[in-house]
């Protein structure tokens, strides 16, 4: 007869919390030991081991500094042997930190036998896993940190860590998979390239729109964006930089109705712009089918750190990656650069290498001083295209040109009318320059930054009155008539 006596429930031991001071961050010490031994016993082996790991990966200083001067010999093209990697850590004066030649000896005493690249996989996957698990806990603590001292707003301390927390789950979930069994690229999905708008939106890629402030950039992507969401293509503009009055003026200009395909989150909504790393910007995405443009304006209002630095610049143009990656295609706005010689964007040169496409818009005034005639001037492209493009904004309406024309910037077109008009006066610089349909404020921003690098001369003439004059073309001054 069968017992009706409900079956135990196996025991579980109460575990107690770990103490990283008693167990210790994760690591591998012997692992990392035999790999830098095997790259010293097989030079070549370092190419195979460098695809997988950095320095940093390493848990032991010596060991991520020895893994660094390993890298360095590499990248010149010289041999990596006991001989000259202990002359590159002397070069640095690193050898005596690393336990000097005699460590270097020992690094694959009892290390097996490898015979082929792949028998070092195993070591590199046990590495990246500890390396990725200790930078979790260092995540994990300084959440904490920012949690107990309330930095910030909850979901602005937490966005500040998903894209962390997203990079370091795929480089764990990697650190199992053979690099046999990574799957052909023709299995990944389509490889002919589509576009949203050819040949400005390769569909799945990552774009800039770069020039100076109002000159149409936000508004020609709200426009691409409201002809998109009548083909069913949904879109979503994350804007820190625009004022509410700005956007609702725009929008009703251009004939734009938010609504389920056109979603607009500004600074005004109380819950504020999520980041293009948010799990709720991620999420819909994913939801989206066809996948949707996705509008980021501006990098500056984005980034959050220093656009000069590279690192920085890198892990925000990730964010959008991953967004791209999922298929979405994301506009990036940005500001164009002071020099003359980086005009095309500001700051770091990542924030060129991270996109797929970029155009540096240029707006030639129209009667209203305003937007006229827009020049897309494309300055890189993975895709092939290269080249301009023109559109004319006519009564909120944007019309690309179906054949080149040539087009003069603001600063072009002033230049030739000083040229035609040598010692020039102040107003009738100013009428010349509006009947060129050129704003007269943008004509002095131009004047003063040429008088200040010496590229035109303002000479005093009669009653004090300024006359201007291109570099190579002012006169010496006449005597009791001009003066410098």
């Not at 020609?220 to 083909?231: C, E, I, N, Q, T």
């Not at 040429?450 to 004090?464: D, F, S, Y």
Request: hydrophobic fraction near 40%.
């Amino acid at each position: 007869m069968a017992s009706s006596k409900p079956p135990k429930k196996k025991a579980v031991p109460i575990r107690p919390d770990a103490d990283v001071l008693d167990k210790g961050l994760p690591s591998n010490v012997n692992t990392e030991r035999f790999v830098l031994g095997a790259i010293l016993v097989n030079s070549s082996l370092h190419t195979h081991v460098a695809a997988s790991l950095v320095p940093a990966d390493f848990s032991l200083e010596k060991h991520r500094r020895i893994f660094a001067r390993m890298d360095e010999l590499a990248e010149r093209g010289e041999r990596i042997d006991r001989e000259t990697l202990a002359n590159e850590l002397q070069r640095y004066n690193e050898l005596e930190s690393c336990d000097g030649l005699s460590y270097l000896l020992s690094l694959d005493d009892g290390m097996p036998v490898v015979s082929d690249p792949s028998n070092v996989d195993p070591w590199v996957r046990i590495i990246r896993t500890k390396a990725v698990l200790r930078s979790a806990i260092f995540a994990a603590q300084k959440l904490t940190n920012e949690c107990l001292l309330e930095t910030a707003a909850p979901a602005e301390i937490l966005a500040g860590h998903i894209a962390q927390i997203q990079e370091l789950s795929q480089r764990g979930g990697g650190a199992g998979q053979a690099i046999a069994d990574i799957p052909l690229i023709q299995n990944c999905g389509k490889t002919v390239v589509e576009y949203l708008r050819e040949p400005e939106l390769p569909r799945g890629a990552v774009v800039a729109l770069t020039g100076d402030s109002g000159c149409g950039k936000s508004t020609l992507a709200s426009a691409w964006g409201g002809d998109l969401v009548a083909d069913g293509v949904p879109v979503l503009i994350l804007d820190r930089e625009n004022p509410l009055s700005a956007v609702a003026e725009r929008l009703d200009r251009l004939s734009i109705t938010d609504g389920p395909l056109f979603k607009y989150s500004g600074g005004w909504l109380e819950q504020g712009v999520p980041g293009p790393d948010s799990a709720a910007v991620i999420a819909w995405v994913k939801s989206c089918e066809p996948k949707p443009l996705v509008i980021v304006d501006s990098m500056a209002a984005f980034h959050g750190g220093d656009e000069n630095d590279a690192g920085e610049t890198r892990a925000f143009m990730q964010q959008c990656r991953t967004l791209a990656d999922l298929g979405a295609t994301v506009i990036v706005i940005h500001h164009e650069g002071k020099a003359d010689t980086a005009k095309d964007y500001r700051g770091s040169s990542d924030f060129k290498a991270a996109v797929d496409a970029a155009f540096h818009v240029a707006n030639s005034p129209g009667p209203d001083g305003r937007l006229g005639t827009i020049r897309l001037r494309c300055y890189k492209s993975r895709l092939g295209f290269a080249g301009e493009l023109i559109y004319h904004y006519r009564d909120g309406r944007f019309e690309r040109s179906l054949e080149h024309e040539p087009f003069k910037t603001d600063a072009e077109q002033l230049s030739a009318i000083l040229r035609d008009n040598p010692g020039i006066e102040a107003v009738p610089l100013d009428k010349l320059c509006t009947a060129a349909k050129l704003g007269r404020d943008r004509c002095r921003k131009i004047l003063k930054g040429w008088q200040e690098r010496g590229e035109i001369k303002v000479l005093k003439g009669e009653k004090n009155r300024s006359r201007y004059y291109l570099a190579g073309d002012f006169p010496s001054p006449a005597d009791g008539d001009l003066v410098w």
